[in-house]
């Protein structure tokens, strides 16, 4: 029974991060702010969908562990909008500290095992990372372009940012990148990103 307990202790913390707001927002209820969990969900689906555009042959269901755990830091940590400089440094640090609370919740084996996935995936030198990586910065991106560019327009962002953060999907997916190219050239000329 201890083992349970500890099980949906974690589960019940983590149910916080359906209150942790994105940037990004929802396409189907235009206005309302993406929340953490929501995002965990889109992007595990986009996996199973997509596991065929991966560079390389990846384990899916490796990777949404990685997904479906790679966000609950931020019930501690926060979200941190991705194309600001100063506090994306600060918050590798505020995660780690999460990181430590949250998987310290489970019985040693889980907290051992799931704790190396989310490290896995922070560290993206594994395939399986790679593509979990490329997906979680794909997705943001193709919500914004579906929502006219909002969280670009309202930031004032740069094409060269956009490309700068979102580079990293090419190790993962060469096609996804391919695609995110199409959508950042066609958000510039929509005026909905600026170009140098």
Request: net charge negative.
């Amino acid at each position: 029974m201890q083992r349970l307990n500890q099980q949906l202790e974690l589960l019940i913390e983590i149910d916080q991060l359906k209150n942790v707001l994105r940037r990004t927002r929802v396409k189907s209820a235009q206005g309302r702010l993406e929340n953490s969990a929501e995002h965990s969900w889109h992007v595990a689906t986009m996996a199973l969908l997509t596991q065929e555009h991966a560079n390389s042959q990846v384990d899916v269901s490796r990777v949404l562990k990685m997904l479906l755990l790679h966000d609950v830091v931020e019930i501690d940590a926060g979200d941190t909008f991705v194309y600001d400089a100063v506090a994306s440094q600060q918050q590798a640090q505020k995660e780690l500290q999460a990181a430590d609370r949250l998987f310290g919740f489970l019985p040693e084996d889980q907290r051992i095992e799931l704790r190396a996935i989310w490290d896995e995936f922070e560290a993206a030198n594994s395939d399986d990372a790679k593509f979990a990586k490329a997906l979680d910065r794909f997705i943001p991106m193709f919500l914004n372009y579906h929502n006219q560019g909002q969280s670009w327009v309202e930031h004032q962002v740069k094409r060269s940012q956009v490309i700068a953060i979102n580079s990293r999907i090419q190790q993962g997916s060469e096609t996804l990148w391919q695609k995110a190219l199409q959508i950042i050239d066609e958000a510039v000329a929509n005026g909905w990103l600026k170009d140098e």
